[in-house]
């Protein structure tokens, strides 16, 4: 599974990129919105967590530009903003889950592997074929 980390706070962003890769996620980091912009049209994600507070273009406006480019992998916004206007906003702008900082990164990690879940049509992480049983989330 490919992940898109897209935090302009460097310490955060390595942080996220190393919890991930621990848990096997093949991740591609990017610190601002251009750069994210790029990154997320041209590869082929499985999921992407975006920061709002982005230099060089906001992070709601690169999630508006991807789903008008038929981006459609899941979105889940990873930002200090915790009014219930601005997740409106995040969640209609496509996002698909939403999560405040600070946060726990047991949370985060659950919410990413349930939209993994969700948008590859397993409705649990245990695939079995005869006696054979594979835990992906493990």
Same mark, same amino acid.
């Given at each position: 599974?490919?992940?898109?980390?897209?935090?302009?706070?460097?310490?955060?962003?390595?942080? *996220?990129?190393?919890?991930?890769?621990?848990?096997? #996620?093949?991740?591609?980091?990017?610190?601002?919105?251009?750069?994210?912009?790029? *990154?997320?049209? /041209?590869?082929? #994600?499985?999921?992407?967590?975006?920061?709002?507070? *982005?230099? /060089?273009? @906001?992070?709601?406006?690169?999630?508006?530009?991807?789903?008008?480019?038929?981006?459609?992998? @899941?979105i889940?916004? *990873?930002?200090?903003?915790?009014h219930?206007?601005?997740?409106?906003? /995040?969640?209609?702008?496509?996002?698909?889950? #939403?999560?405040?900082?600070?946060?726990?990164?047991?949370?985060?990690?659950a919410?990413?592997?349930?939209?993994?879940?969700?948008?590859? /049509?397993?409705?649990?992480?245990?695939?079995?074929?005869?006696p054979?049983?594979?835990?992906?989330?493990?």
């Amino acid at each position: 599974m490919r992940i898109l980390v897209v935090e302009d706070e460097a310490r955060l962003r390595e942080q *996220l990129v190393e919890a991930l890769t621990v848990r096997h #996620y093949a991740v591609d980091a990017a610190g601002d919105g251009q750069e994210a912009l790029f *990154l997320g049209q /041209g590869t082929p #994600y499985d999921l992407a967590i975006v920061d709002l507070g *982005l230099p /060089g273009l @906001p992070g709601l406006e690169v999630i508006r530009r991807w789903r008008a480019g038929a981006v459609k992998y @899941p979105i889940l916004i *990873l930002t200090a903003r915790g009014h219930w206007q601005e997740k409106v906003e /995040g969640l209609e702008a496509g996002a698909d889950d #939403y999560v405040v900082k600070p946060f726990h990164l047991e949370e985060l990690l659950a919410r990413v592997q349930a939209l993994i879940r969700r948008t590859s /049509g397993l409705p649990s992480s245990i695939l079995e074929a005869g006696p054979l049983r594979l835990d992906t989330a493990a």
